[in-house]
């Protein structure tokens, strides 16, 4: 597969950042997840979809990640 945007196309940064600040600073919001926390829960969720889980496995897996890791049900 190769890209060709049309000429006109926008630009698109090769590095784009999230900055949380302004939330932590203006709501107090925190993050529920540490780093390490939330890569395992990504690697498991992959780890899964490599292994053939189905969508509704997945979303019930992505649920009950977020229940255990926020108190709150999805």
């Given at each position: 597969w190769r890209a060709d945007p049309p000429a006109d196309a926008p630009h698109e940064?090769?590095?784009?950042?999230?900055?949380?600040?302004?939330?932590?600073?203006?709501?107090?919001?925190?993050?529920?997840?540490?780093?390490?926390?939330?890569?395992?829960?990504?690697?498991?969720?992959?780890?899964?979809?490599?292994?053939?889980?189905g969508a509704a496995d997945l979303r019930d897996l992505m649920a009950a990640q977020i229940a255990a890791s926020t108190g709150v049900a999805v």
């Amino acid at each position: 597969w190769r890209a060709d945007p049309p000429a006109d196309a926008p630009h698109e940064a090769t590095l784009l950042t999230l900055d949380s600040s302004r939330a932590i600073d203006r709501l107090g919001w925190r993050p529920a997840l540490d780093l390490d926390q939330a890569l395992a829960l990504t690697v498991d969720w992959y780890r899964r979809w490599s292994d053939g889980a189905g969508a509704a496995d997945l979303r019930d897996l992505m649920a009950a990640q977020i229940a255990a890791s926020t108190g709150v049900a999805v």
